[in-house]
């Protein structure tokens, strides 16, 4: 069973930063496309972040771009969300997750892994 852990949510304030980690088997980093979906109540589920399989290439919400940065770290098995300049519409349970064909953002359908969620509130 493929298991995802997030870690690096909390409470900060608006204009503060962030550093969400997605720890996942070393064969999914390599292997699938990441990205991070984020949830807020009474919202749908939507894209933030993806990083290809093979090539690295990164994706971003128009909400987030230049503010949030993914990258991953094979040797660590980790996948990174640097979000800065933080806003309370950042509010949300943020999620990593795996597209087996590496070309499925921002389709939440694509991704068939999915970790637990880790909650990011944005204070303003």
């Known amino acids: 069973q493929v298991r995802f852990v997030e870690s690096g949510g909390g409470l900060v304030q608006a204009g503060g930063s962030l550093r969400l980690s997605c720890a996942a088997p070393r064969f999914i980093l390599e292997n699938y496309g990441i990205g991070w979906f984020r949830q807020a109540p009474g919202k749908e589920r939507e894209g933030v972040s993806g990083i290809g399989r093979s090539d690295g290439s990164t994706y971003y919400a128009d909400s987030v771009k230049g503010r949030f940065t993914i990258s991953r770290d094979n040797a660590k098995s980790t996948v990174y969300l640097q979000m800065t300049s933080l806003t309370p519409e950042d509010t949300a349970v943020y999620y990593c997750?795996?597209?087996?064909?590496?070309?499925?953002?921002?389709?939440?359908?694509?991704?068939?892994?999915w970790g637990q969620g880790t909650q990011v509130t944005v204070s303003s």
């Open positions: 997750a795996a597209d087996p064909y590496g070309n499925g953002w921002p389709r939440a359908a694509s991704y068939n892994y």
